[in-house]
């Protein structure tokens, strides 16, 4: 009997052991987290963060962005190498290739102060040749630098569920992962550093190639007389189903909750559409492959852009088709 008792208070000194060790392990894991451009898409994507217990320390090019998030109880600081001093693990969403460059590498830059062992996460779409550059810096300073550009738009930013394609090393994977999953329910490792923004980059280009072709369908169909609703209805009942017909209708009215229902306010815009296409074509043309939709759809948001569509939805392409025709 005394065995007994000695074994069972033996397994329970263990389990208490352990328990504080994932207790530890835990609090640990909720150390702070920067959060670098707070935008559209950065910042759901920062409070998200923050609903999951994360100390966040944030900051942006344009502070009146912060605002929000420190009304939440987020930090709130001036430069990208203040967020660096503060913590070691930091994730970026930004509009471009060169805003990215000056985030990591300019006077204030998250390079200046970083620490050495510093988790840098990446979720802007650039160039990949860009997060390779990126990558090779942060290596000189010890620091770890993974891509992890997002799929699903500013309504999956709010409810948390991205997709997020991750390129880096395989060995930092689960600690990126950790973070990710509270701002998204897909994470998928695409290799090493470059092959997550080739994932969105091609992404990106299907995407807009079938809103393209979404929008012109429609019209066709409404100038044949097919109500809208109707013609939507028999795609997502047939063959030529896609998600800009079943989840992104580009025609005002046939959708609720969708940009084509708020005059193409918010979403994703033409500019950064344009801005992907361009990343697209800078691709193939380096990899000498062809594209010839991706290149058309790239030459089409180019001119919306410089049509007044710059500032709305990428599926205002419907609008600009019909209003090229007249109507």
């Not at 990446?122 to 550009?149: C, H, N, R, W, Y």
């Not at 909750?257 to 990343?279: E, R």
């Not at 290149?295 to 710059?310: E, T």
Request: charged content about 15%.
């Amino acid at each position: 009997m005394s065995a007994i008792f000695q074994r069972s208070r033996h397994a329970m000194l263990l389990w208490s052991k352990h328990a504080d060790f994932v207790s530890v392990r835990s609090m640990a894991s909720k150390t702070p987290v920067g959060f670098i451009g707070v935008g559209n898409m950065g910042s759901p994507m920062a409070k998200n963060l923050l609903k999951n217990g994360y100390p966040v320390i944030v900051t942006d090019c344009f502070p009146k962005s912060c605002k929000e998030l420190q009304d939440m109880g987020a930090q709130v600081v001036d430069y990208p190498a203040d967020v660096a001093e503060k913590t070691d693990r930091i994730i970026t969403m930004l509009p471009s290739s060169p805003n990215v460059i000056e985030v990591y590498n300019g006077p204030n830059g998250i390079l200046k102060k970083v620490k050495k062992g510093t988790l840098l996460i990446d979720s802007s779409t650039i160039d990949p040749a860009v997060s390779k550059e990126m990558a090779a810096a942060a290596e000189k300073m010890g620091a770890v630098f993974m891509d992890a550009p997002v799929s699903g738009g500013v309504g999956a930013a709010c409810l948390a569920k991205l997709t997020f394609m991750v390129g880096g090393v395989e060995e930092e994977y689960k600690a990126a992962q950790e973070l990710l999953t509270c701002m998204g329910d897909s994470v998928v490792y695409c290799g090493q550093v470059g092959t997550g923004q080739a994932a969105k980059i091609c992404n990106n280009m299907l995407l807009a190639i079938g809103m393209i072709g979404t929008a012109e369908t429609m019209n066709l169909g409404i100038r044949l007389g097919l109500d809208p609703k109707l013609l939507t209805k028999i795609l997502n009942m047939s063959s030529g189903r896609c998600w800009s017909s079943d989840s992104y209708n580009p025609v005002p009215g046939v959708m609720e909750g969708v940009p084509s229902a708020n005059n193409y306010q918010s979403g994703f815009g033409t500019t950064l559409m344009a801005k992907d296409l361009g990343l697209a074509q800078n691709s193939a043309t380096n990899t000498k492959t062809a594209i010839p939709l991706g290149s058309l759809a790239h030459q089409i948001y180019r001119v919306m852009c410089s049509s007044g569509y710059a500032n709305k939805d990428f599926s205002a392409v419907f609008q600009f088709l019909r209003e090229e025709e007249g109507q």
